[in-house]
DNA sequence: GTTAGCACTCGAAAAGGTTGAGTGCTAACA
DNA sequence: TGTTAGCACTCAACCTTTTCGAGTGCTAAC
């Protein structure tokens, strides 16, 4: 947050030409074209000298002697950090994307799926969304539906609204009424409990009181108990990826290739949506050889996590080239953050009743906006 | 089905060495290419004389005056209808599908999806899924599950074993007996008919019978028809987009970006899709211009249907370059198809019972294989 | 009917030439 | 001291030319 001490208010300027205008155009940077597009009152030269300051001090590099400059990482870095400018309103957008969420507001993991969406829509990148695994999920409601003679459906409703089912085939038929039964039974005694407390053990001891044969429930059980793994398990989403191709990165086919199979692999996934970091809105930016670890050097990820009533639910990240539009991404990611969270408080009390309940208010937009 | 009349043995075989060859090498094939690598006792001269007669009959066709020849849309239909060897048996890949198969087999939702992403893993090209439209969906169950005070979960159970659910909020607080009671008149009301007769109109008359405000209802039967209509919709699936950037085809970075544009248009997908078309092995395929209506003359599609107990339930299509590898496709469609047939037959009787019901036997492997 | 031989074609790749945007440096200027 | 004009230099991009070779068609001999 420092380095732009050495900076006079000019160089800044300048910087913020060059990076500007590169994300526009994806060609190296002359100091004659800052002249030209830039009023700034000053000649190519002054500019070129300018720029031969910046690329010693780091925040330009130039791909080779007699070509244009290109931002670099600690470039972008200071751009992100000081000179974004705030996104101009939208109400058209704000209205279209409240219509998207509207009907997906009940389920969580439909919800992100459907930022996720939205989010690539808007910014025209890649964007992979998550579902939180939370360390603990208390289940809210488990139900066993008889669907025919030989199978039921198992249903489990968990916290931050997840539904699972699974059908299950039983090896012996059984009457809706004694499925109901040992529904009930099951229901009453788990519901609201975590389920680190539900083992297969005690699930089959419930079972036991409803006096069904143990072949006929252990196939229930499992059903209940792969619902309940499944409700713990991150869910990642990848839309977009055809976007990419759009690109102008991606003249050469190998290039889409590797950044393909780069963002197929499911640890760099979750490397990416895992990245931490709070900045003061909530984003992590994260630029170019900043996350080379990951072999995404030559990319971006910027996350946004989306927070309730003080627990994470679920993120979303745009992954594109590091020369990406970061302030148009930056924006899409707040304003999609800020709706989400405001919505999701705002229908606290109906349908995420647990989560709000920890909040002090939940009338007033007063949360941490 | 008759233009192989004019072929004598060896034109066949020279078209059959030139297919193989284009399909493995992408280049054209030249006559001494021939010679070389397939040894059929004949020089270059001859085979270059004998492809020259098959250019002339529409087989091949040269790029240029001095190129190797390439095969013509008719040239690959007289492959596929009349060379292509049976694939070797491959017990271990056998094995894998089988165990991917294993726990998807409860929902076809599921099953189709799993198969699509087998077959585009097995052929490396992109595989289309799709569960078929029925014309009537027959529902077996509906539950209305309580979920805490606010919110319920109204679940549809509907034949081929498709199962939606969706969490609903309602107004005013409603204690779980109620809800319970609500379902049981629900479901004992609806289970088993067709959809078509279930209106809006009768579930609120049922509802009422519940004795439960109608603002309260209102919401619950909403959420119901939700999910009947979601039951009734076709889904597609898309497996594999990624991998099609490895076929050399798409050294050009345009055709991979005006393809990926193609194949997400709904449109096309429905077309290559419903592609009909009944060969003896239940696979269509449609090479190159013969799809030419869809922009898709450059790629051939091959669709597999799967039908269990004489009524579709989905289909499996891939798509790829004419030049694709024709054995590989349609002999892994072949398996697919086949062992999801029989498997779906042998669980017949105990998770798919509505539609083996139809067959006369589910004991042998009997039916239309 | 088959094959060897040969002249011819034409795309792909290599080699050479030109152009122009861009740089760094120096010297003049305010 | 900071700014600017001018100039020599660099180097990727582009165009043209040349070379190369795989492939063809045709003819004549087997």
Redesign the pocket.
Known sequence: MEENKELDERKLMILKAVIDDYIQSFE??????IARKYDM??????I??E??DL?EMGYLS?P??????VPSTKGYRTYVNHMLEPAAENPALAAEIVGRLEDKMTEYSKLIKACTEIVSDMTHYIAIGSTHGRDSVNVKAIQIVPVDETSVLTVVVADANTVKSKLVSIPEPLEPERVIELSGIVNRSFSGKPAEMISLMTVNRVADESGISRNTVLPITDGIFECIKQCETDEFFTEGAAKLLKSPEFDNIDKARSFIDMIQDKETIEKIVNASGDSESGLTVSIGTENSGEGLSDYSVVTAKFEVGGSCIGSVSVVGPTRMDYSKVISSLEYMKQMLEKKAREDGGRSIPELTVKTEDNEGGGGAS
Chains 1, 2 share one sequence.
């Open positions: 190296p940077v002359g100091s004659r074209t009152g000053l000649s190519s030269a002054t070129r000298n720029m031969a690329e130039s080779h002697t007699s070509s244009g400059r």
